[in-house]
C-alpha cells in the first residue's frame, strides 16, 4: 500500500504502515490488514456494525480515516479472545443466543466491551443506551441484553 | 461508496491551521468527522483538500473564566456530557447531549464541528441559541466574536468567513438553579431530530418569571426563538402559565417539508415540543427550589 506512514498499536501488537489519506479506518482493517471481523454496514455511521475501539473508546471505524489512528492504540473482535478460549462476553454471546446472522455482532461485542470496562455493573437500561447505536435485524436485542447482563456478572465476579 | 481522493493535512497549531487555510483552494476542516465522513462516503462532498484538526490540542477543553464558560470547539459531545461544571452550570447542553447520536459517535463528535455543520435538526446549535452563546471565530484579520443571533445564515449556513475557523464557544451560565427543559420528536432514540424545543426560565422568591428563553429548531432552517413568547412569559407565575399563546407562536412559523414529514406535521410536533419542554422546565425549578 502506498500513503502516508502510520504507527499504531493493533490489539496489543506495534504496527507499522501506510494507508492512502482517503482509505477509512474499517476499510483498512479490512483490505490493508486482513482483519475482515470488523464488518462494513451502511459507510455513513447509523448501523454501527463497524465499531471498533480507539485509545479507550468506542467509535465508528466507517467515520474515521485510517491516518487517523497514527500514534494511537486500537482494538477490534479479533482482539477479544485469548487463542481458542472466547471472552467473557463472547461466551455470554453464545449462551444467551446473542446472535443469529452475526452480521452486527462485531459492533455490539465491541460497544459492550466499551461499556463494561467503564460501567462493570451496567443496568439494562445503561446496556440498551449503549447498543441504541447498533441496529440488528435479526435478534429482537433480548438475546444481546441478556448476554451482557451475564457477562457484566462474570467479569464482576472473576477478580 | 468511499470518499473522492484529498490531500490530507494535519495540522498541531492555531497558526499551522490558519496558514493552511489561508493557502489552500477547496479545503474542508475534519472536526469529529461524523457528519463530513459520511458526506465524504455517500460524495455529497469532494474537496481537494482535507484539514484534520484534532491534533490542534489548544481548540478543545473545557474552561471556568471570569464570566462564563468557554468550550474549545474541539471539545468531544462525550467530554462535555461527563463534565460536572456542565452539568451544573450548564445542565440545558448536557440534557440535550443525551439525544445526540450514540456513544461511539459522541466519542468524537464535537461541539464545534456540529455548530459549523449546521444541521437544522442538531442539537447544540439550537441549545447555543437558547443559551445566546457567543462564537469565537479566527482568521487572517484575527479573533472576532459572533453573536449566537448572527452566527446562523440559513441552511447549513454559519457566520464562518473561507479563510476562518471556529476556536470556542463562550456561554453566560443563566442563575443558579434555573429551569430547563429540552424536548424532541425522532423517530429512533439517536437519530436526527425530526423537530424539537428547549425552554430556560428564571424566577423570583414570588414564582414570578423573570427571564426566559424559548426556542425550537429542525422547524425552520435554522433554530428559531421565540421572542414575542418569551417578552410575554416574563412576568407570569410560574403555576399560572398562559401555555396557548407560546404553542400558538410555535405554529405560526414557516416550516421545513421533507421526505420525512409533511410542514403541517413539523408544525404540530413544534407546538407540542414547546409545551413539553416548558412544562419540563417548570418542573425541574420546582425539584431545584
Redesign the interface.
Known amino acids: 500500500m502506498t500513503g502516508k506512514h502510520l504507527t499504531f498499536t493493533l490489539n496489543g501488537e506495534p504496527r507499522e504502515t501506510s494507508a492512502d489519506p482517503r482509505t477509512h479506518l474499517a476499510d483498512f482493517l479490512r483490505y490493508g490488514l486482513g482483519l475482515t471481523g470488523t464488518h462494513v454496514g451502511c459507510e455513513h455511521g447509523v448501523c454501527g456494525a463497524c465499531t471498533v475501539i480507539v485509545d479507550g473508546v468506542p467509535v465508528r471505524s466507517c467515520l474515521m480515516l485510517a491516518v487517523q489512528i497514527d500514534c494511537c492504540t486500537v482494538e477490534t473482535v479479533e482482539g477479544l479472545a485469548n487463542g481458542d478460549e472466547l471472552s467473557p462476553l463472547q461466551q455470554a454471546f453464545s449462551t444467551h443466543h446473542g446472535l443469529q446472522c452475526g452480521f452486527c455482532t462485531p459492533g455490539m461485542l465491541m460497544t459492550l466491551e466499551a461499556l463494561l470496562r467503564a460501567t462493570p455493573s451496567p443496568t439494562e437500561h445503561d446496556i440498551r443506551m449503549a447498543i441504541s447505536g447498533n441496529i440488528c435485524r435479526c435478534t429482537g436485542y433480548q438475546g444481546i441484553v441478556e448476554a451482557a447482563l451475564a457477562a457484566a456478572a462474570v467479569r464482576t465476579s472473576t477478580p | ?8 493535512h ?1 495540522p498541531h497549531t492555531r497558526e499551522e491551521l490558519g496558514a493552511l487555510l489561508a493557502s489552500l483552494d477547496n479545503a474542508k476542516i ?1 472536526a469529529g ?2 457528519s463530513l ?2 458526506m ?3 460524495r455529497v462532498l469532494a474537496p481537494d483538500h ?1 484539514i ?1 484538526i ?1 491534533r490542534v490540542p489548544e481548540l478543545a477543553g473545557i474552561r471556568e473564566t471570569v464570566d462564563g464558560i468557554e468550550i474549545g470547539a474541539m471539545t468531544r459531545q ?1 467530554d462535555i456530557l461527563a463534565s460536572p461544571i456542565i452539568q451544573a452550570r450548564l445542565p440545558l447542553l448536557a440534557r440535550a447531549l443525551e439525544h445526540v ?5 459522541r ?2 463528535g464535537t461541539i464545534g464541528g456540529s455548530c459549523c455543520h449546521l444541521d437544522p435538526s442538531a442539537e447544540q446549535p439550537a441549545i447555543c441559541a437558547a443559551l445566546d452563546a457567543e462564537f469565537v471565530a479566527t482568521g487572517p484579520n484575527g479573533r472576532r466574536v459572533i453573536p449566537a443571533a448572527d452566527w446562523f445564515q440559513g441552511l447549513l449556513q454559519s457566520a464562518l468567513e473561507d479563510q476562518e475557523f471556529l476556536e470556542a464557544l463562550r456561554f453566560k451560565p443563566w442563575a443558579k438553579g434555573h429551569g430547563y427543559g429540552f424536548a424532541e420528536y425522532a423517530r ?3 437519530d436526527f431530530a425530526i423537530s424539537g424545543a428547549a425552554a430556560l426560565l428564571e424566577v423570583d422568591g414570588r414564582g414570578q418569571i423573570t427571564r426566559t428563553a424559548l426556542l425550537v429548531f429542525g422547524v425552520e432552517p435554522a433554530p428559531r426563538r421565540l421572542y414575542d413568547a418569551e417578552a410575554a412569559l416574563v412576568g407570569q407565575i410560574i403555576r399560572e402559565i398562559a401555555l396557548a399563546p407560546i404553542i400558538d407562536a410555535a405554529r405560526a412559523l414557516d416550516p421545513m417539508e421533507d421526505v420525512h414529514v409533511t410542514a403541517d406535521y413539523r408544525r404540530h410536533l413544534a407546538g407540542i415540543l414547546i409545551g413539553r419542554a416548558l412544562r419540563e422546565a417548570c418542573s425541574s425549578l420546582e425539584r431545584s427550589q
Open positions: 461508496m468511499k470518499a473522492p481522493p484529498f490531500q490530507y494535519r475534519l468527522g461524523q465522513m459520511p465524504l462516503n455517500l482535507l484534520d484534532n462525550a447520536g450514540h456513544i461511539q459517535t466519542s468524537r429512533r432514540h439517536g
